[in-house]
């Protein structure tokens, strides 16, 4: 079935460090793809998405490129803030009639001031 | 902005009581959907609905059911609240292609 791998947490970086977070996934088809972030003490709100291949999601400053041949979605911003301190999950959706999102098991993110 | 709300943000409940979880949404959507969220394991899908009076099975169903009677109001209801159902519940909302979620509740079971 269709699945989401992202890199485990937490990971824990200096302010104004460079962010990577990995996503890879398994899906038959052409599934979209969404980033959600997860402040603290809060419910999950959609960060950026793509929903075909090469198309590049941005917001915030983050973005993540839809990466057809690796299957991968990975997360990046070039200079992180504390207030970026969060809970990561990436997700897909193969868009079917009942629309079900599967979500990684989210990355957890540090930022030192 | 498309609001989903859940209509607590805390709750402690006894082993064998009956919970009510309650979600509204403002926009029409025709999807809804619950999940759980525990430490390690990520969001798991415990029911979902696309349509009034429809319900479908997710991931993680047993032990829940689900009551959708109009279509801004979604509830998850533990017939018999055990322990092991202690965890966050977050309601979601979607017309297609990205879902709005609401605060999430933390339900104890004590």
């Known amino acids: 079935g269709d699945s989401v791998t992202q890199m485990e947490g937490p990971v824990t970086l200096s302010e104004e460090a460079f962010l990577t977070i990995n996503c890879t996934y398994t899906a038959t088809g052409y599934p979209s793809l969404f980033w959600y972030v997860q402040y603290p003490g809060e419910g999950l709100q959609l960060l950026l998405k793509?929903?075909?291949?090469?198309d590049k999601g941005s917001n915030k400053g983050f973005e993540a490129t839809y990466r057809k041949e690796t299957t991968s979605f990975h997360l990046e911003k070039g200079s992180v803030q504390v207030s970026d301190s969060a809970v990561y999950f990436c997700?897909?959706?193969?868009?079917?009639?009942?629309?079900?999102?599967?979500f990684g098991k989210g990355t957890r993110l540090h930022i030192l001031p | 902005d498309v609001k989903v709300t859940q209509s607590s943000r805390y709750l402690v409940k006894r082993t064998g009581e009956k919970v009510f979880l309650e979600c509204v949404q403002d926009?029409?959507?025709?999807?809804m959907f619950w999940y759980r969220q525990d430490p390690g394991l990520g969001l798991r899908l415990i029911y979902f609905?696309?349509?009034?009076?429809?319900?479908e099975k997710g991931d993680i169903p047993e032990g829940y059911s689900v009551s959708r009677e109009k279509k801004e109001r979604f509830s998850l209801i533990l017939e018999s609240a055990s322990t092991n159902q202690t965890s966050m519940y977050l309601c979601?909302?979607?017309?297609?292609?990205?879902?709005?979620f609401g605060s999430g509740t933390r339900l104890t079971v004590v």
């Open positions: 979601a909302s979607s017309p297609r292609g990205g879902y709005t």
């Open positions: 997700a897909l959706s193969a868009l079917n009639r009942d629309d079900k999102i599967i």
């Open positions: 609905s696309y349509d009034v009076k429809m319900k």
């Open positions: 793509a929903t075909k291949a090469d």
């Open positions: 926009m029409d959507h025709e999807n």
